[in-house]
């Protein structure tokens, strides 16, 4: 099973400031199929990148994925009011599949 | 719109059995793996299990196997959770996912499985 973890486990900003985000997995991705996904309060979650990099249908140009293997990285360009959530990252490349601990971006 | 609508979460007591129901709608469901996705009270996500497009592929979470069984009829659009020996540890928000691939493109608003005596 691949383990991912998510760092940091809370991150302070304001609005306007960039947010980086790491998923570091304890094994290589297969074919870095490496999700994440915006959850806020009372809500179901929403895809944002599938494949390490492509944005998923509607989402903003402000978020971006890079990365490849074990190391991840989503980025916050700008933060918007919205965008103050928690964010998991998933891999989909081998089952079982798993989620990290998730990474609660606040404001500052 | 795409839609997928949960069903049949509730109480039950510990060794328990429920059974899970997920409407879709406004997609071609015939061509998406589904999965069933958990959250725990306060908790993060945790992938339950997922099911190949024709059913014939079918993965678990090894915490589940052997108690819960996923399936689908493409005839009716519907996704289903069968879940028997049902432990305190199961309790959690039980959301059904769909994606073109292994990740979850779309989810439904999810069904909340309390098991306690």
């Known amino acids: 099973e691949i383990v991912l973890t998510q760092s940091p486990g809370t991150l302070s900003l304001s609005p306007g400031e960039r947010a980086t985000l790491s998923c570091r997995a304890s094994q290589s991705v297969s074919s870095n199929y490496l999700a994440w996904y915006q959850q806020k309060p009372g809500q179901a979650p929403r895809l944002l990148i599938y494949?390490?990099?492509s944005r998923a249908t509607g989402i903003p140009d402000r978020f971006s994925g890079s990365g490849s293997g074990t190391d991840f990285t989503l980025t916050i360009s700008r933060l918007e009011p919205e965008d103050f959530a928690v964010y998991y990252c998933q891999q989909c490349g081998s089952s079982p599949l798993t989620f990290g601990g998730g990474t609660k971006v606040e404001i500052k | 719109e795409v839609q997928l609508v949960e069903s049949g979460g509730g109480l039950v007591q510990p060794g328990g059995s429920l059974r899970l129901s997920c409407a879709a709608s406004?997609?071609?469901?015939?061509?998406?793996?589904m999965n069933w996705v958990r959250q725990a009270p306060g908790k993060g996500l945790e992938w339950v299990a997922n099911?190949?497009?024709?059913?014939?592929?079918?993965n678990y979470v090894d915490s589940v196997k052997g108690r819960f069984t996923i399936s689908r009829d493409n005839a009716k659009n519907s996704l289903y959770l069968q879940m028997n020996s049902l432990r305190a540890e199961d309790t959690a928000v039980y959301y059904c996912?769909?994606?073109?691939?292994?990740?979850?493109?779309?989810w439904g608003q999810g069904t909340l499985v309390t098991v306690s005596s």
């Open positions: 996912t769909g994606g073109s691939g292994w990740d979850s493109d779309y």
């Open positions: 406004g997609f071609t469901f015939s061509t998406y793996w």
């Open positions: 494949d390490a990099s």
């Open positions: 099911i190949e497009q024709d059913g014939s592929e079918k």
